[in-house]
């Protein structure tokens, strides 16, 4: 799964049953999803800093988008995508400047 929360990009592994939608499986689970061989992306001083982690567990309720990932489309090329975004998954990641 890619996933978007504030100013972080998450790319992680969602574990579910084989044959499920794995979308439909985020919705219906309990708010906290852990999220396996994970990779969060995001920007200080105007660098982009990532960690991978083993595990992460994310509060699905506080997710600004999540889709699946291009392993995971090519994998169940029938699942619903829910992102604002169409092809690739590029967000800003600065900040803009206090007014």
């Known amino acids: 799964m890619q996933l978007s929360i504030g100013p972080y990009i998450i790319l992680g592994r969602l574990h579910a049953q084989p044959g499920l939608d794995p979308m439909k499986s985020?919705?219906?689970?309990?708010?906290?999803?852990?999220?396996t061989s994970a990779t969060m992306a995001f920007s200080v001083a105007?660098?982009?800093v990532a960690r991978d982690v083993g595990t992460l567990i994310v509060n699905r309720f506080q997710v600004d988008w999540?889709?699946?990932?291009?392993?995971?489309?090519?994998?169940?090329?029938?699942?619903?995508?829910?992102?604002?975004?169409?092809?690739?998954l590029q967000k800003d990641l600065t900040r803009p400047s206090p007014a």
């Open 26 to 35: 985020v919705l219906q689970r309990e708010p906290m999803i852990p999220l």
């Open 46 to 48: 105007g660098s982009v």
């Open 66 to 88: 999540i889709t699946a990932s291009d392993e995971e489309a090519t994998l169940f090329p029938e699942a619903t995508v829910r992102s604002p975004y169409s092809v690739r």
